[in-house]
């Protein structure tokens, strides 16, 4: 019988993680570098690309060589395009993308205006279709690889203020699952991670740490799944991978 392999080992794989200048997006970043991956990230904010690229090179001289910001509006078809084949011609080729980038505007459906409404739907949804487009023809010029979307509970379990991003996320999984059916026979791997209540501010909400976030995940807790993801034996696939806290509040 084989061993499962403890340590993942991406020596000579290149990953790209969209919106991977902080939260989620940065954990899964360093997650990837510390498995010797060569990681691009993307994001809107130059001045938050400069700070995570000094934060996941920082430590050791060598990866510095592996680390590559691209500032990317990944709603712009034609941006995030040239995202990832700007990333594919830096390290030669792209093996693993990690769809992260996403933003939650959370009113009643009364409440919200259409430029709210697009700006959701067009990154968390838009934004992984067009950079999956992209990257599809260089993972399978590469003989496969990993599509992993960051998907949330939210996408199957609807609440109040969240119709546009429960429904952009419901469209991710719905997405995802399309999406491993056409390719799983070209070798790439598509997964889509579902990640209930993390502590990252993301919402505008309460701060990412202190008391009132310690029930929630932890950005690190995603990585790690993504990790486990890609770790995961070739006979099998993790298509859809649900997590939770293990003790939220009770109500």
Excluded at 3 to 21: C, E, H, M, R
Excluded at 90 to 117: K, Y
Excluded at 142 to 165: D, T, V
Excluded at 194 to 215: I, L, Y
Aim: hydrophobic share 40%; proline share 5%.
């Amino acid at each position: 019988m084989s061993a499962i392999p403890q340590t993942l080992d991406l020596t000579g794989k290149v990953a790209l993680v969209t919106g991977g200048s902080r939260g989620i997006g940065l954990a899964i970043a360093k997650a990837l570098i510390d498995a010797h991956a060569s990681v691009a990230i993307t994001g809107r904010s130059g001045e938050q690309l400069k700070a995570a690229s000094r934060q996941l090179s920082e430590g050791d001289d060598s990866r510095a060589d592996r680390v590559h910001a691209v500032s990317a509006d990944v709603t712009d078809a034609a941006a995030a395009q040239a995202a990832v084949d700007d990333v594919a011609a830096r390290f030669g080729g792209l093996d693993v993308l990690v769809n992260n980038a996403g933003v939650g505007i959370f009113r009643n459906v009364a409440d919200m205006d259409l430029s709210a409404w697009h700006s959701v739907i067009e990154t968390n949804v838009g934004g992984v279709f067009y950079c999956c487009h992209a990257a599809l023809p260089h993972m399978k010029r590469r003989g496969g690889g990993w599509i992993i979307n960051i998907s949330s509970l939210a996408g199957k379990n609807p609440f109040p203020s969240g119709a546009a991003y429960c429904a952009s996320k419901a469209a991710v999984n719905a997405f995802s699952e399309a999406l491993m059916q056409e390719v799983r026979h070209d070798n790439i791997r598509v997964s889509c991670i579902m990640p209930g209540s993390v502590a990252t501010g993301f919402s505008g909400g309460e701060s990412p740490s202190g008391p009132s976030a310690d029930w929630k995940l932890s950005p690190d807790d995603v990585a790690e799944v993504v990790i486990d993801v890609i770790r995961h034996p070739a006979r099998s696939l993790p298509s859809r991978v649900e997590l939770r806290p293990s003790r939220p509040p009770r109500r």
